[in-house]
């Protein structure tokens, strides 16, 4: 079986999830806890990041590597497109994706959980420990503001991120005027990244993360609340609908978790 090495919030790891998902292929979960998780990825891989596919003695990191393989060993659903301009145009619409919601996602959702409490121990999956929910909601916000400086999110990169990210979901709403596809009339890798990477704006609406029931559907008001975007999120949900395995046995945990999510 193929074994995807993961951070269940990543974003790009829920790109991989949902391309293997759309292929309909069995795959095994090994999440990757920071550090000590990464250090046994390093010297498994010669690097530290996810995701990372296994598949028998291969090891293929990075999203867009591991979709170009996937295509070649398992070209059943296939996600890129061998006409050329179709091929160029997902690929582009892919990589644009990647650095533009992906990287500006994070940033946003950076700022959120820097100043609230809950939120950052809600985010954490569900089978996490008791003792490291308490030890995650009680780190200080100035603490992770300064991290913050210190990874070059301050509050004006994150002012930034937010302003460009409305831009590019204006765009994206455009591009799916009358197209089921950002494409055409096929999904493909395009759909699947700009759907996944999408989520930590606002979190799919069903049982696909392991996360808390109270976060589905959930996400920056900025964002999830804008009757400008509703479209947008409508499409990302259908793809989730069409193409995403939901997860069995998920059960909530106790305790509080945001409605909403707040940025100043």
Same mark, same amino acid.
Request: without cysteine; negative net charge; hydrophobic residues 40%.
């Given at each position: 079986?193929?074994?995807?090495?993961?951070?269940?919030?990543?974003?790009?790891?829920?790109?991989?999830?949902?391309?293997?998902?759309?292929?309909?292929?069995?795959?095994?979960?090994?999440?990757?806890?920071?550090?000590?998780?990464?250090?046994?990825? &390093?010297?498994?891989?010669?690097?530290? =990041?996810?995701?990372?596919?296994?598949?028998?003695?291969?090891?293929?990191?990075?999203?867009?590597?591991?979709?170009?393989?996937?295509?070649?060993?398992?070209?059943? +659903?296939?996600?890129?497109?061998?006409?050329?301009?179709? +091929?160029?145009?997902?690929?582009?619409?892919?990589?644009?994706?990647?650095?533009?919601?992906?990287?500006?996602?994070?940033?946003?959702?950076?700022?959120?959980?820097?100043?609230?409490?809950? &939120?950052?121990?809600?985010?954490?999956?569900?089978?996490?420990?008791?003792?490291?929910?308490?030890?995650?909601?009680?780190?200080?916000?100035?603490?992770?503001?300064?991290?913050?400086?210190?990874?070059?999110?301050? %509050?004006?990169? #994150?002012?930034?991120? #937010?302003?460009?990210?409305? =831009?590019?979901?204006?765009?994206?709403?455009?591009?799916?005027?009358?197209?089921?596809?950002?494409?055409?009339?096929?999904?493909?890798?395009?759909?699947?990244?700009?759907?996944?990477?999408?989520?930590?704006?606002? &979190?799919?609406?069903?049982?696909?993360?392991?996360?808390?029931?109270?976060?589905?559907?959930?996400?920056? %008001?900025?964002?999830?609340?804008?009757?400008?975007?509703?479209?947008?999120?409508?499409?990302?949900? +259908? #793809?989730?609908?069409?193409?995403?395995?939901?997860?069995?046995?998920?059960?909530?945990?106790?305790?509080?978790?945001?409605?909403?999510?707040?940025?100043?």
């Amino acid at each position: 079986m193929l074994e995807l090495y993961q951070w269940e919030l990543s974003q790009f790891s829920e790109k991989v999830r949902l391309i293997l998902d759309y292929k309909g292929l069995e795959y095994r979960k090994i999440e990757v806890a920071p550090g000590i998780g990464q250090l046994e990825l &390093f010297r498994l891989t010669g690097q530290k =990041q996810v995701p990372v596919l296994k598949d028998g003695n291969r090891y293929i990191v990075d999203s867009t590597e591991i979709a170009k393989y996937l295509d070649s060993e398992y070209p059943d +659903r296939p996600l890129i497109p061998t006409e050329p301009k179709k +091929r160029a145009l997902t690929l582009l619409l892919e990589d644009w994706a990647d650095e533009s919601i992906g990287v500006k996602g994070r940033k946003a959702l950076f700022a959120a959980i820097s100043q609230d409490q809950n &939120f950052r121990k809600s985010l954490l999956p569900v089978s996490t420990p008791d003792i490291l929910k308490t030890f995650v909601e009680g780190v200080p916000g100035d603490f992770l503001s300064a991290l913050g400086f210190g990874v070059g999110f301050s %509050p004006e990169v #994150i002012n930034t991120a #937010i302003t460009s990210l409305k =831009q590019d979901l204006d765009i994206l709403t455009q591009l799916l005027v009358d197209s089921p596809y950002l494409t055409g009339d096929e999904p493909g890798l395009a759909d699947l990244t700009v759907a996944s990477l999408s989520m930590l704006l606002k &979190f799919p609406d069903g049982a696909y993360l392991d996360l808390p029931v109270s976060l589905r559907g959930k996400g920056l %008001p900025i964002f999830a609340d804008n009757p400008d975007y509703e479209a947008f999120f409508s499409w990302r949900d +259908r #793809i989730y609908t069409q193409f995403r395995k939901p997860l069995p046995g998920i059960t909530p945990p106790v305790g509080n978790a945001p409605t909403s999510i707040q940025i100043d």
